[in-house]
């Protein structure tokens, strides 16, 4: 009984210092589990953007001994720069061509794929093959193909009597261009994941508005199909958007931002600017400038696409 | 509204066959529920019904029209799921007026948007906002009109269901195991006020469950599915009480019918745990099974009673006893239905005596169809 | 019935000439890959050439440039940028999703903020930082910066939030380590994902172009994308067979291990897709 009260007595103290010690042994291997990441993630992402931001306010360029802070002479050079104007026209264009055109023809291909009986996979896997080619290989046998004098586009349209050109040469038509690649390439990444969400659709709805005198295909996608992959639809938009943006791949290897800047966007301006003329702070304050964008963009995904729960 | 008429109808999936040559009769009007266990095929006869899926042969008419290769949106039939299957993005008013707004508007006036815009289609809509209304104010959920299928509670989500079903005057109704989804308490209700919805459109219904309460207390016929076949149909009574076939009387009525070895011997005597039951048949001599619901045993002072057996376990249910019994000869323990007052004479552990009525025996041959008995005691003395 | 068959016939017809504008830069560049120059010089589309040229291109783009080691350079890096970010990832989102400790939101709360940073934006400053400390053009290069992947521990943060804690607890029981838990309880749990990730980050490695491009100098590091490009300025101008056979070349690993483990690919794409 005294025992039994003394261990009793002599225990609570020595448990709580336990929970106490063994909380401490779960902070220190949690920590020691997670400090490579949480280092690397200061060294190579949050330091480099907090470094792009300091860049951009000095006069800082690679090989200079030291430099001085100039606030915002850096960005006000950045608004007086016509080639900084074309470059962000340049994409805004590039990805309000790309978004629509991957976007309508993804979802024309996820449609069709799904609604026919035979060979779905194999369509599937035709459609998907473009996302899986290295782009830069495919920049070269597209420009191969848009060669004017024994290109396969210009062939076809000859046959139908358009004009051969060197459309990756001509101001008007270079942008284009580019832009058709990118929907060639998305068009199966995007397709992907509208199967996806059409997958996610209960064939219960489909039956139902059968039942309910829903005759065609047509009527039938505006009500089902269309409101129901709404939320995967902006989805899909934003993160077309967000790559888009990032087009550099077919610009440096195909036009170099030519001609006379006609294919001139952001990266390859900062690409330029940093790496080619080594003026990092201009290239700083242009990173700074095409951050704003992504970061824009994917907080309108996070507070708006995946906050918008219609329904459920 | 019309009559349905399922002829010969049988279904295969690849090798499996689901439905075999399966014929039903349904006259205008009527309450008929599909019931059977899960994967007896009851829920594919409805689809077949609705149009959603194929007959591999066979025919279905609504009164003398054949509908065989008419689509589902030309039949005119409504259904409500199992899910509801209601437009998670459409209030319900808009749930609701989709079949009208199909038969109604054509397809430009159908476009989002157009239909406020276009004169022809203004009208229509304040046809079809009445009419939405009228179903609204029957179902009482007229204060449920502006929410999303997502703010609704399941019971309010199965009434716009049900809804959506009878805005419009379909040949008719086919349910879904409709009230699966509901918690217990809510099913009862519904139960009582599908059935009265029935009474007063006057309406033929369809109704599959793979609940017998349900069937028995909605239906003016039960249609009873066992792997594909059509096994029996008649009115609640008669599937109660006059099982045609041994999965019929076991599938039917809670608890379940109690069911022991039994003996046709070769003078037509009829046999139970080797006691004689006073009927006679004229079925071949063989083993054979005897049903016996709960209620048509009763408990008998010792001595008096025909077998006896053990107390196994006691269900209280308030206003009656299950008790559970078994003796040596039984394969497993059989049931007692009890009125409250005899509960003070059992224990578990207890030794009882039990008896019947001959009249309440259903006597199944070895292959589970029923065989006819006769009571004749006079029949069983003189071959004695 | 008929009318089914109908609607099937027109949607494959469509499928059909949609495949054909898919594939045509596919066909180009294998057709092309097999000609010789004076028939490709008269711009034929015919799929069989007229003089196989097939040896010539393909020995010429294995000769005329180091093809060989840029894919050996392309495997060397996709890897061991994989194998890092495992190793570095794992344990991280293990702490985040199975452990409780001070500072675990905070922790989370950067992985959500470093998702947001293309890699175009951090090239400057880890390009000045290389530079000075001397480690530019070098396989270093390639890989350090791929390292850390925020996206590889969010995704398998979110997937070991789905592993039950009793898991966890019974190996605990059993007297294994927490890092031996990461290793040998949560990693084989977490394979469909991992799967995923792999094949997301083989990918994005396998064609990266940007960081290659910008930190590398001696063509013994090149990996296939540069090679192709460097190709193409350089060694043939209009030899378009050669420059077909290399391009045919780098797409093939990827493109054939995508036909092999076709429904792995689109799954793994799907799910990383979401990022």
Not at chain 2, 154 to 162: F, K, L, P, T
Not at chain 3, 245 to 259: H, R
């Amino acid at each position: 009984m005294s025992t039994h009260e003394a261990v009793q007595a002599g225990e609570t103290p020595s448990f709580a210092a336990a929970s106490v010690r063994a909380r401490m042994r779960y902070q220190l291997i949690a920590t020691m589990l997670s400090a490579p990441a949480i280092a690397l993630m200061f060294l190579l992402l949050i330091g480099p953007v907090v470094a792009v931001l300091l860049l951009s306010f000095t006069d800082w360029s690679l090989g200079d001994s030291d430099f001085n802070w100039v606030d915002m002479a850096t960005y006000q050079e950045m608004v007086e720069d016509d080639i900084f104007w074309k470059a962000i026209a340049n994409t805004l264009i590039y990805v309000g061509i790309v978004i629509p055109g991957s976007i309508i023809l993804g979802l024309g291909a996820a449609l069709l794929i799904e609604s026919v009986t035979v060979g779905r996979s194999f369509w599937r896997a035709v459609y998907f093959l473009p996302v899986m080619s290295t782009l830069i290989a495919m920049a070269v046998v597209w420009e191969f193909m848009l060669n004017a004098k024994f290109g396969m586009v210009s062939q076809v349209l000859g046959f139908f009597g358009v004009e051969a050109k060197s459309w990756l040469q001509e101001p008007d038509t270079a942008l284009p261009a580019l832009c058709l690649i990118a929907i060639w390439q998305a068009l199966g990444f995007n397709m992907v994941l509208f199967m996806a969400g059409l997958t996610s659709i209960p064939r219960e709805l489909h039956n139902a508005a059968e039942v309910d005198g829903v005759r065609s295909a047509w009527d039938r996608f505006w009500l089902v199909t269309w409101p129901l992959l709404t939320p995967v639809t902006m989805f899909v938009a934003i993160i077309t958007a967000i790559r888009s943006f990032q087009v550099f791949d077919t610009v440096h290897v195909l036009t170099k931002g030519g001609p006379d800047n006609a294919t001139m966007v952001l990266v390859y301006q900062i690409y330029q600017e940093g790496f080619e003329f080594f003026r990092s702070s201009y290239a700083s304050a242009l990173t700074v400038v095409f951050l704003g964008f992504i970061f824009l963009l994917t907080l309108f995904k996070v507070f708006v696409v995946e906050r918008k729960v219609h329904y459920q | 509204m019309s009559s349905v008429h399922i002829q010969n109808i049988t279904k295969s999936f690849g090798k499996v066959e689901v439905l075999k040559d399966v014929s039903l009769n349904i006259p205008d009007g009527e309450f008929v529920s599909l019931v059977g266990p899960s994967g007896c095929g009851k829920s594919t006869l409805l689809r077949i019904i609705a149009g959603l899926e194929q007959q591999s042969s066979g025919q279905i008419r609504i009164d003398d029209r054949v509908i065989d290769n008419v689509r589902p949106s030309e039949r005119n039939i409504s259904m409500v799921f199992q899910s509801y299957a209601l437009y998670p993005h459409l209030s319900v008013f808009d749930n609701i007026s989709v079949p009208l707004r199909m038969s109604r508007l054509n397809s430009i006036q159908r476009l989002p948007g157009l239909r406020h815009l276009l004169p022809g289609a203004r009208a229509v809509e304040k046809g079809i906002r009445a009419d939405v209304e009228q179903v609204a104010s029957l179902l009482d959920m007229k204060q449920l009109l502006d929410r999303k299928p997502g703010e609704l509670s399941g019971g309010q989500r199965q009434r716009v269901a049900v809804g959506r079903a009878i805005v419009r005057e379909p040949h008719a109704f086919l349910l879904d195991e409709p009230l699966s989804n509901l918690d217990a308490k809510l099913r009862v209700h519904m139960r009582t006020e599908i059935a009265q919805l029935h009474r007063r459109l006057g309406a033929t219904f369809i109704y599959v469950t793979h609940d017998q309460a349900e069937a028995m207390t909605m239906s003016d016929r039960i249609a009873v599915l066992m792997d594909g076949e059509l096994v029996q149909v008649g009115s609640p009574d008669d599937v109660y009480n006059e099982p045609q076939d041994i999965r019929v009387a076991e599938f039917i009525g809670s608890p379940r019918i109690n069911t022991f070895a039994g003996e046709i011997r070769s003078d037509g005597g009829v046999d139970l745990l080797g006691v004689p039951t006073g009927l006679v048949t004229d079925a071949e001599a063989g083993p054979a099974q005897v049903g016996l619901r709960p209620e048509a045993l009763r408990l008998v002072p010792v001595g008096e009673g025909v077998f006896a057996g053990t107390v196994t376990h006691i269900e209280n249910l308030g206003a009656e006893l299950m008790v559970h019994f078994v003796n040596e000869n039984m394969e497993r323990p059989a049931i007692i239905r009890l009125d409250h007052i005899e509960r003070h004479r059992l224990d578990v552990g207890e030794s009882i005596e039990i008896d019947f009525l001959p009249g309440a025996v259903r006597l199944f041959g070895p292959d589970g169809a029923r065989v006819p008995t006769e009571e004749f005691m006079e029949k069983q003395l003189v071959n004695a | 019935m008929r009318r089914i068959r109908f609607g099937e016939i027109i949607k494959q017809l469509v499928l059909v000439i949609g495949a054909i504008i898919i594939l045509a830069p596919f066909y180009q560049m294998i057709t092309t890959s097999l000609k010789a120059p004076s028939e490709i010089a008269d711009g034929t589309l015919s799929p069989i050439p007229r003089e196989w040229h097939a040896v010539q291109n393909y020995t010429e783009a294995f000769t005329a440039t180091p093809l060989a080691r840029y894919m050996l350079n392309g495997v060397i890096v996709t890897a061991s940028i994989f194998i890092l970010q495992v190793l570095i990832a794992l344990p991280c989102a293990y702490a985040l999703s199975k452990l409780r400790w001070w500072g675990r939101e905070v922790v989370f709360g950067l992985v959500l903020f470093c998702l947001l940073i293309p890699p175009h934006a951090v090239a400057i400053p880890v390009y000045l930082m290389f530079h000075s400390i001397g480690i530019l053009d070098s396989y270093a290069a390639l890989i350090v910066p791929w390292t850390i992947s925020v996206f590889g521990i969010f995704l398998m943060r979110q997937f070991f939030m789905t592993v039950p804690d009793d898991l966890v607890d019974a190996a605990r029981m059993d007297g294994i380590s927490e890092l031996g838990i990461v290793w040998r309880v949560m990693l084989p749990t977490a394979l469909p994902a991992l799967t995923a990730f792999g094949i997301f980050s083989v990918i994005a490695h396998w064609n990266d172009y940007f960081w290659p491009l910008i930190v590398l100098s001696s063509r013994e590091f090149y990996t296939p994308p540069l090679g192709i490009s460097v190709f193409r300025n350089e060694e043939f101008g209009f030899e378009f067979g050669p420059l077909m056979a290399a391009a045919t070349v780098i797409i093939a690993p990827l493109v054939i291990a995508f036909i092999v483990a076709q429904r792995r690919f689109i799954e793994g794409i799907t799910l990383t897709g979401m990022k």
